[in-house]
């Protein structure tokens, strides 16, 4: 039995192979549309997250299987005493899958352990998103058509942002890529990353303050929302936080084919104006994290189409 | 595309329409039962409704489809301060279909604006809710044979009342109808939908304080909760509210076929001693809300039976 | 029209029935996997219990069904003053089954009353929880291969532990069952039990305080929780907690087929480290509890494999 607690669980060769069920997905989704007859999905959200938990769900119904679950902790089980790995050994008794968020670091590990189903960790803490990351990842390649030979900025919160480390640790399996961190000094991307992952790797990177001067050379750019409760003052939250905006004369040196990514939800770190432009890659993003999300279901099931 | 926001966004040959198509799906549910195989709808409630919310869901599973969504606006996404635009845009990457309910008027429509699926408009703040009005339309068509000629009293609170108003608003569009208000002089309909609705189409109509003294004139009777909090002070609630209870010494003088609806929920302005009247019709209309509901969703995703 | 209120609502002919039902599910999931289909499982949650939500529902789908419903009884119609047969009388006209939960006793009886379709009591106040004696039951059945001849020992909070009155209501019905009730003096098991059910029916029991010296008689021991608000006195719940606690040690002079029964959730009452004992039957019980609603569904909808 697999479970899919943090991204390196998967080999680069599982990802590909994922990429490419969800892009046959894409193309072929009638051919999708029963592989999951008869199964549930259980998504148990102890605390509630909208979109991911809808994504989840919308991916199950249309392989043609059912959802059950709840959408925030209030469950009176946890209340009158009961651990976590219980309340999933509970549910797993009933279900086929279960994807699991959690505000708790490590609760989706802890729960594997205790589960008669696949795991699929939806989200703990600041730590772990495989989805999206594998969200990311089918969106790159859909756009640039490779995993590698790039170009990719990322801007904003790089220091507590974990869809950031957690695609920075994917593509850091491939080749080719070259990484700009762009973000003010507060929120750099954490040293044990750089070390550990990138020079251990021995991948090309750069650190910056100015979107406006790596713009020209990216192919890639991923947006993040800077928290103004990151900052240790408000005057500098202020001075900085515009310069991380994302609005159309921003993009007027950027490449004609860059691609814009953002895990959304945005706040105002992408004016609404950028939408419309085709270089706007979020919105088949979303998508994606639907396509992505029916391939794994379907491999943790051990299922085909 | 074609989103419902508002009842006059249908005309009265699509009115007819739908009303032909629930009572055909009354007839023969069967012919249905698959009609939206594979179709997913997302009931996005940002404000609990759980009647609405389980009629529209009740509708779309009657139909084969699927549902997903969420019943109040804990939203995480909210919380971290994203529009309901950019929900709304979300979960239209997911689902084919959403019924939308927002404490705010206009929200539903705006959230149109950028959504890539229907929008139904599933009540908005005190404004429309016009999936209630198409079930009245139904119910008094199902107990009338027809929309016109007739005499219909409104009881209640007719100044704050979305039900009442839009229903006015749609039976104005209609002929031969006879309009009777009934009620306390705070809470008469609004002079806008007098001057601007039924005199501008020539239509008769009456009002009353006295629900005893109208009755014996009705064809259909529209109860409507008074609620406390619209009284400016507590002894003129008092002296109103039992005036505007029906129960059964009051429909003594009704006609024998009078048709006694209310949108539901009731607290006490009918008696529980009324519902065993074959008089009464507000448990057909809720179930005739799942068929027109029905009949709309087929509608706005172009499928037929 | 039936409806499962009170455990003893059904014969214990009937409970042999369901017994056999639930087995051959087990036995021949795949003929019962379309056996729903079409129809509409609503759970209505008055208060939350995610544990019995889930069961049902996916009960409902593993027959091909649906499922809609709430889980906490912030619905605005209560809010807005309905009365809880107004809701459910509502939802009857939508769904085709309803499994209620509500904090006071006798809801689910008053609201059955309005109801157009079948009700199942999922739990009222300390009162009835009709399905959990049926989950205990066929977990016996199962277990032991037949409903009598048999020693059972109850242990924990005998007082207000509403699954052990009901499951000693439906085991007075069988014949050749002694039964020991091992509790502290505070939490012993109703007079009016012992009197009017076990007394009358002239069934032999024991009373002790002692886990350890009943456990070597036993066949089935039944653990609840004890939970700290039931003492007088935090001293008396510190000196007797741990009394009432199972672990592997307590385990030692037990008999080698013992079948060790929990309605779970647990708290601490029984150590992690006897999940792995075979004796311990308990999330076996939790699979059970699915099955039994699956073939309690069935039989009140009238429906066959």
Known sequence: MRNLIDITDLTTEEIDQLIATAED????PEAYAQVCRGKQLATLFFEPSTRTRLSFESAMLA????????SEAMSSSTAKGETVADTIHTVS??????AMRHPKEGAPFAASLRSEVPIINAGDGGHNHPTQTLTDLLTIHREKGRLNGFTIGFCGDLKFGRTVH????????ETGIKFVFISPEELK??????ENVLERNGLLYEETASLEEAMPQLDILY???VQKERFFNEAD??????TYVLDPEKLVPAKEDLCILHPLPRVNEITVS????PRACYWKQVKNGKYIRMALIMKLLGLKA
Chains 1, 2, 3 share one sequence.
């Open 63 to 70: 392989l043609g299987g059912q959802t059950l679950g709840f």
């Open 237 to 242: 939250y202020i001075r900085l936080k515009d």
């Open 274 to 277: 950028v939408d419309d432009d």
């Open 25 to 28: 997905i894409i193309d072929r």
């Open 93 to 98: 008794c009933y279900a086929d899958i279960i």
């Open 223 to 225: 947006m993040t929302r």
């Open 189 to 194: 991307l954490p040293d044990y990353l750089k």
């Open 166 to 173: 957690s695609l920075v640790n994917a593509l850091s399996r």
